[in-house]
Structure formats: C-alpha cells, structure tokens
C-alpha cells in the first residue's frame, strides 16, 4: 500500500473499512493495466446474489441487426405506471444488467414501479457512442410504454445517465422526468483536486479510471455525450439527484456538475457522504451510513417516481426538486446537502 492510499484509509468511515478487501484496488497487480486483467479480477472477486423473481428479457432490435436486451422487473410498464430506466456501472468495460438483478427487483418491489435494466454494449468492443446509443432505445422503450420515466445510475452508470439526459434534451426526447446521480464518471480530464488527493483511492482509483476512459474513447477525443462534465450548456436538464463520497475520485468533478446544474436552474438536490469511498454501500451494505444513504435514495425515488417506498416513509424529504443554494461544496466542507 503507498503512503498516499494508507492516509486515505486513515480517513474512511471506519464501518466500510472492512469491505474494501473485496474491491478491484486492493488485488490490482502492479504495473500497467488491461482491460483482460482487470475483467478477470473483476470476475473472480464478483458476488452475484440471484433476485427473489426473476426478470423478464426483452430483446429490442438493433439498426445493425443485433439485440438489445433489456431485463424487466416488476409490473409491465403502461400508461401512468411510473417507469425506472436503471443503467449499470462498471467503468464502461466492466458488468452487465444481469448482475444487478437482485438490486433492480428489490427496488421495483420497494417503490412498486416498473425497473427496466439496460444491458448497454460494453467497450473497448463497443466504445463511445455505443453505449449511450443502446440507453437511448431502452429509453425510447420505457417512453412508449410509460408516460413516466426516471433514469438512474451510479459510476459509469450515473456518467451514461447524465448524457442520456443531454441526448434526449437535444434530440427532443424521449423526455426524461427526473435522473439519479450515484457517483457518477463524468470527466475524462483527469483535472479536480480530488482527481489529483484521491489518485490513490481505494475501490476505484486513478489507474482504473484512465484504463476506463481509455476503452471507452477509443482513441477519439471526448465531447459532452462522452463526458459531460465537458457540456457548456445545461439548461433544460431533467431535476437531478446526485451523492457522491468524500474520499471518492469523482467527488469534485460531481460536485462541480452540481454546482453548474443549479446555476443553469436545474433543480438539484446534491450530498457528499463523510467518510465514503466509491461504491461504499455496496461493499459494506450494513454500515450506518450505506443504510442511510439508501433511504435517502430511495425517498427521492419515489417522490420522482410519484409513487411511495414499501416502508410507507414520506417520500417529500429526498424530492430532487429542491433548488440547489449556496456555493459548490469543497473538500474541506466534507459534507453539503443541496
């Protein structure tokens, strides 16, 4: 371990400590990395746990006479049923929908809505536009049959959910009613003081990130659709939920986006999590603050959604619709509610 990933494990929450044994950082070989590497290791340290109902497989086609698949969870998504496009992460190179089958079918059991998971081809085989392309006919899917349709991600998923949301703003639809933000991968430039404190983060440092942005380019230069962080105009966005971890690589290009959104009066609701890494609730599930985190989520889910989680909580307290005030949130603030 260098001296600069130690200190950044001096500073995690001390509950999420004990997951980071299980993440992609913590095996990584030295020198420099591949893709096949990296998959493998990803492989081999991946835990799938198998949904209690199992979802059902739409194949949309393709312009080049492929399939798309899409996994649906919950009930057929119609008229006013409310409709949730959730798009996985893994750098872009890494996952699929089929892994998160479990996260998506509990989800459409708490909020009783329709989870369509978007199995997007995956670079270095499939780099930019590919992906975004696949996210926007699953979104043009879920708008046939759903007069709402909320679109979340987190990591690279939260990234593709950001720029299906410029892409459906530019090209008139389908229209978007709100996005969640987890973390999200959205500035290939490698430029925030957190790009720079955090190169040594554990869960997803800079290695993997540049090995990330490198498959997904394929040797062309970014635009906004790639990283959106590079977009100049983003007024007209959907009202955006976006949290992000203290001690996570992408904190200051988040909170930057953030902060740019409420400037173009888009309604925002933004947090940094103290003392959280990348993906902090999903390699430690039952720590406090992975706990809270996924209420939080969940009530402006639902409150997105229209509808209301299973527990019966009020969904108003995690509206997206509430206007971000006040600066952008530094590292040294450690934590902002917007």
């Not at 130690?6 to 509950?15: F, G, K, N, T, W």
């Not at 410029?166 to 996005?179: F, S």
């Not at 987890?182 to 003081?193: A, E, K, Q, W």
Request: charged content about 20%.
């Amino acid at each position: 371990m260098t001296s600069g990933a130690a200190a950044i494990l001096e500073r995690v929450d001390p509950e999420l400590r004990a997951g980071l044994a299980g993440t992609l950082t913590a095996h990584l070989p030295g020198g420099p990395l591949d893709v096949a590497t990296v998959r493998a290791l990803d492989d081999r340290l991946r835990v799938d746990v198998e949904p209690a109902v199992a979802p059902r497989v739409v194949l949309v086609p393709r312009p080049d006479g492929t399939d798309l698949a899409l996994r649906v969870h919950g009930p057929e998504p119609h008229g006013e049923n409310a409709c949730l496009l959730w798009i996985h992460g893994g750098g872009m190179f890494l996952g699929s929908a089929r892994t998160e089958d479990a996260f998506c079918g509990d989800l459409a059991a708490d909020l009783g809505v329709t989870v369509v998971a978007v199995d997007y081809r995956l670079a270095p085989e499939h780099p930019h536009p590919a992906p975004l392309m696949d996210c926007h006919a699953a979104l043009a899917w879920c708008a046939e049959r759903s007069a709402r349709v909320v679109v979340a991600g987190g990591s690279a998923g939260g990234g593709l959910a950001a720029a299906l949301c410029l892409l459906a703003r530019d090209a008139g639809g389908p229209p978007i009613a709100a996005a969640h933000l987890y973390y999200p991968m959205l500035d290939d430039r490698h430029v925030t003081p957190s790009a720079r404190e955090l190169a040594d983060a554990p869960v997803w440092n800079r290695r993997l990130a540049e090995l990330a942005w490198t498959a997904y380019l394929g040797g062309r230069p970014a635009d906004a659709l790639a990283a959106p962080a590079r977009a100049t105009d983003l007024r007209g966005l959907p009202p955006t939920y976006l949290d992000t971890g203290e001690l996570d690589l992408f904190r200051d290009e988040d909170a930057e986006y953030a902060g740019r959104l409420a400037a173009a009066g888009v309604p925002v609701r933004f947090e940094v999590v103290p003392g959280a890494v990348h993906a902090f609730e999903l390699i430690a599930p039952g720590a406090a603050v992975s706990r809270a985190v996924r209420a939080r989520r969940r009530r402006a889910l639902a409150h997105d959604l229209g509808t209301a989680p299973a527990d019966g909580s009020a969904p108003a307290d995690g509206s997206a619709s509430a206007v971000a005030e006040g600066p952008t949130p530094t590292a040294a603030e450690g934590s902002a509610q917007r």
